[in-house]
């Protein structure tokens, strides 16, 4: 299969190993450029470790571990040796029973070791601070510099033209996609061009005219003299990598010597403009000078956890430059805002030929196949994301923290507040606790309402689920459902489709019927062209040519805007910011709003999943009768000027209702309750909407949309679902990505989870095998290694007959 003319800058690990894929699958037009002399051309991959830990809370990252794994295996350039990390503290060693469970979920093979069992599988270590570890027999060390030359030879093999010492110099982009990349012996001409520069990144994506939130820190790498327990050692490497997170510390062998990593030196960010020359470099570009001083704590501490290494020393080291992201996370796919540049950026060697692997699919196939890769699309982040501060700070913050025990809920500390509706202020004066989404400040709970407490019972979960949580969020659940709550609904991505074009092009974009008359609101998906999941959206039509769509993020509107007519028959505009919204959600919603507008908000008079233009006091609003909480109510949308004052008009009134604020962990539950299904959480690319339970959210019969041939031949062989769990324990309220058993099977893995305060029962979602999509049947949640008894349950659990939401 002939395909386009490609350019792929840098031949590094990524570099290489995507020439391999592309052509493997047939694309003969092949470029690829470095600036340095192959196979070791001076970036990360010239000086990498190599140590590969397959371990990851991300499934897909864990599943581009495995496939890294067994590629370089295959290609003679893979030691499995094993890897074991090491607790020396409790709150480590329940953190190796965390990972286990991740592990366990996305099927690797991992043993969690007693203290004697972790001395006897690493004899370097000494049992006096060892409380336990865990074991992974695949992981081990990659031969970084072996896989850049043995993957450039396949890729040789089929035709790939392979260019070292060419310095890129420009990206020339004419009409808003590139034409080809000038180097410094000249031009090539390009339909696609996939930067994996790696640390030169940002500077190559700058030439396309593209921002790439990436950052270049410098990292700590010693090796010691010989050390006296592995003299006459004849193999490289023969006991498992070791990591030590408690100390920021990772060891592998090389024969009688040792590699220490660190990372808890400060953070040593460098610019990608001012990493040196191939040239100008010392040794490599990537390579900087060691500095002693920060290493000495790190040195101090390995000869306390291996005594086999006190009578060694550190001989020589350096301080090798990696790419880190402000959400630790990989930056792939095509690049916003110039067609046909694509990147593949911000992938360490662990993760190599995987991320090669997902880039060259997408780009053969229109779609990856192998990886859902809704966290690594470079066009996931919001424009302030974008910015070199919050690159710098975020990235920086990242190293840090790179070993650290990070809580689901923990939000971060810095760069805050960033963005904050028009009720900030008011939520403050409630004592609202804030987590972070998008750079959006969103309460948690708000210690005004612990006054909720009084007679009330709310479980407290167990101490792990306990943390970033209070009672109060409990309270502000039961209150949701006896009365009536506002809900800051601000942050949820408000999208405005607008043209002559704009019902035709929705229309064709989703799953759902929205070409209907103005007032109509559906809820539907958007769908790859494989008919997995992409994004689900609210569609609310205002008037003939203006639709609002309700969406989860970037990617949704990265979505709508590539595939937008370029006729000027359709614009999409992104007004988050200019508006924010309210949820008046509850029993008493009615009660509350309907006094204080003279449009028609009776059941009959305003149907659910309908929209209409109101006043709310002195205030303009789009009302949208829909409840993402499982009650009745209302979105209540308008400017962020009118905001404080459409809050305080709704507060007043609501007072002799019982009116409170609700916050996240609360809107959590009640959704759970509902079975209201979380993009990114519950479903993702993997996943079509008969196994996620949104069949009823397709029409097929409406006429062809993206996605539908595929997924007509998906509805036939479903194999999994999305199923709904409950467990009676409070103490067993898990977090998500626990493993679910059936007997001694591993046969899926938790979403979403939380306490259902209405139902007075924990709920989880989890992926599980069809045929165990059966009310009652039992089965068991894996949790800091032990077994928590769950029970298939029919969904939803609370009001199954709707109508609560439709009174």
Same mark, same amino acid.
């Given at each position: 299969m002939a395909g386009p003319r490609v350019v792929v800058i840098g031949a590094g690990v990524v570099g290489a190993a995507l020439a391999d894929e592309l052509s493997l699958r047939g694309w003969d037009e092949i470029t690829v450029v470095d600036q340095g002399s192959l196979p070791s051309p001076g970036g990360s991959s010239s000086h990498a470790p190599g140590l590969v830990f397959q371990t990851n809370p991300s499934k897909a990252m864990t599943q581009m571990a495995r496939y890294t794994v067994e590629k370089l295996l295959g290609l003679g350039c893979f030691l499995q040796v094993g890897g074991l990390e090491v607790a020396t503290t409790p709150a480590r060693l329940a953190e190796l029973r965390r990972r286990h469970g991740w592990a366990t979920s996305w099927g690797v093979e991992a043993r969690l070791l007693?203290?004697?069992?972790?001395?006897?599988?690493?004899s370097l270590l000494g049992p006096a601070r060892v409380l336990g570890g865990l074991y992974v027999p695949t992981d081990g060390i990659a031969k970084a510099v072996g896989a850049v030359e043995a993957q450039l030879r396949l890729a040789r093999g089929r035709g790939v033209r392979v260019l070292e010492r060419h310095e890129v110099v420009g990206v020339d982009v004419r009409d808003g996609r590139v034409t080809s990349v000038l180097t410094d012996q000249g031009e090539i001409p390009a339909d696609v061009v996939v930067c994996c520069a790696g640390i030169w990144g940002p500077k190559v994506a700058a030439m396309a005219g593209v921002t790439l939130p990436l950052t270049p820190l410098a990292h700590q790498l010693a090796w010691t003299g010989p050390v006296p327990a592995l003299a006459g050692q004849a193999e490289e490497a023969v006991r498992p990598i070791l990591r030590h997170q408690d100390a920021d510390l990772y060891y592998r062998e090389r024969y009688d010597r040792l590699a220490v990593g660190y990372y808890g030196h400060r953070p040593m960010p460098v610019r990608p403009g001012d990493i040196a020359s191939v040239g100008e470099a010392e040794v490599m570009p990537s390579v900087l000078p060691f500095t002693p001083g920060d290493f000495t704590a790190a040195w101090e501490e390995t000869r306390s956890?291996?005594?086999?290494?006190?009578?060694?020393?550190?001989?020589?080291?350096?301080?090798?430059?990696?790419?880190?992201?402000?959400?630790?996370?990989?930056?792939?796919?095509?690049?916003?805002?110039?067609?046909?540049?694509?990147?593949?950026?911000?992938?360490?060697?662990?993760?190599?030929?995987?991320?090669?692997?997902?880039?060259?699919?997408?780009?053969?196939?229109?779609?990856?196949?192998?990886?859902?890769?809704?966290?690594?699309?470079?066009?996931?982040?919001?424009?302030?994301?974008?910015?070199?501060?919050?690159?710098?700070?975020?990235?920086?913050?990242?190293?840090?923290?790179?070993?650290?025990?990070?809580?689901?809920?923990?939000?971060?500390?810095?760069l805050r507040p960033l963005r904050v509706s028009p009720f900030h202020v008011r939520q403050r004066e409630l004592g609202a606790v804030f987590g972070e989404a998008a750079g959006w400040e969103r309460p948690q709970w708000h210690e005004a309402n612990a006054r909720l407490l009084d007679g009330r019972h709310v479980p407290v979960p167990g101490e792990w689920a306990a943390r970033h949580w209070s009672p109060i969020a409990g309270a502000e659940a039961q209150a949701s459902r006896e009365a009536v709550a506002l809900y800051d609904m601000t942050p949820l991505k408000r999208l405005e489709v607008a043209g002559p074009g704009a019902a035709a092009y929705l229309d064709r974009m989703t799953t759902g019927d929205v070409a209907r008359p103005p007032g109509a609101v559906t809820y539907c998906l958007l769908l790859g062209d494989d008919g997995g999941i992409r994004g689900d959206v609210t569609v609310a039509r205002l008037g003939p040519e203006?639709?609002? $769509? +309700?969406?989860? %993020?970037? /990617?949704?509107? *990265?979505?709508?805007?590539?595939?937008?007519?370029? =006729?000027? &028959?359709?614009?999409?505009?992104?007004?988050?910011?200019?508006?924010?919204? $309210? +949820?008046?959600? %509850?029993? /008493?919603?009615? *009660?509350?709003?309907?006094?204080?507008?003279?449009? =028609?908000? &009776?059941a009959e008079g305003f149907r659910y999943f309908r929209a209409k233009r109101a006043y709310v006091g002195a205030v303009p609003v789009t009302a949208l009768r829909l409840s993402y909480i499982g009650e009745l109510g209302w979105e209540l949308y308008t400017t962020a000027d009118m905001g404080l004052k459409l809050w305080d008009t709704l507060w007043e009134a609501g007072r002799e209702h019982g009116v409170v604020a609700g916050g996240r962990i609360a809107f959590d539950s009640l959704r759970l309750e509902k079975g209201y299904r979380s993009f990114g959480t519950d479903m993702t690319p993997e996943h079509d909407p008969y196994e996620a339970g949104l069949g009823f959210a397709v029409k097929p019969g409406k006429g062809d949309f993206a996605g539908r041939r595929a997924l007509l031949e998906r509805r036939e062989s479903v194999r999994r679902r999305l199923t709904c769990l409950t467990v009676d324990d409070p103490a067993g309220v898990v977090m998500g990505k626990e493993p679910v058993y059936d007997g001694e099977a591993r046969v899926g893995y938790v979403t979403s989870a939380a306490y259902g305060y209405t139902i007075g029962r924990a709920i989880a979602y989890a992926w599980l095998p069809a045929e165990l999509w059966v009310p009652g049947r039992a089965v068991d949640i894996g949790y800091f290694g032990e077994r928590v008894p769950a029970v298939v349950a029919a969904e939803p659990l609370f009001d199954p007959e709707m109508k609560r939401l439709r009174a």
């Open positions: 007693t203290a004697g069992e972790t001395v006897e599988t690493h956890l291996l005594p086999a290494a006190k009578d060694a020393k550190v001989e020589e080291g350096f301080n090798g430059l990696f790419s880190f992201t402000s959400d630790n996370m990989p930056l792939l796919g095509p690049a916003p805002g110039v067609e046909g540049f694509w990147v593949a950026e911000a992938v360490w060697v662990t993760h190599s030929a995987g991320a090669a692997r997902a880039v060259a699919e997408w780009l053969v196939d229109g779609h990856c196949s192998s990886f859902a890769l809704h966290e690594c699309d470079v066009n996931r982040f919001e424009a302030h994301q974008l910015a070199p501060e919050h690159v710098l700070a975020r990235g920086s913050r990242n190293f840090a923290e790179v070993y650290d025990i990070i809580h689901p809920r923990q939000p971060p500390e810095d203006l639709f609002q $769509v +309700g969406a989860n %993020g970037n /990617l949704d509107l *990265d979505r709508l805007e590539r595939h937008r007519p370029r =006729d000027g &028959s359709v614009t999409v505009r992104d007004v988050t910011a200019g508006t924010c919204c $309210v +949820g008046v959600w %509850g029993p /008493l919603a009615r *009660d509350l709003v309907a006094p204080l507008t003279e449009a =028609d908000f &009776s």
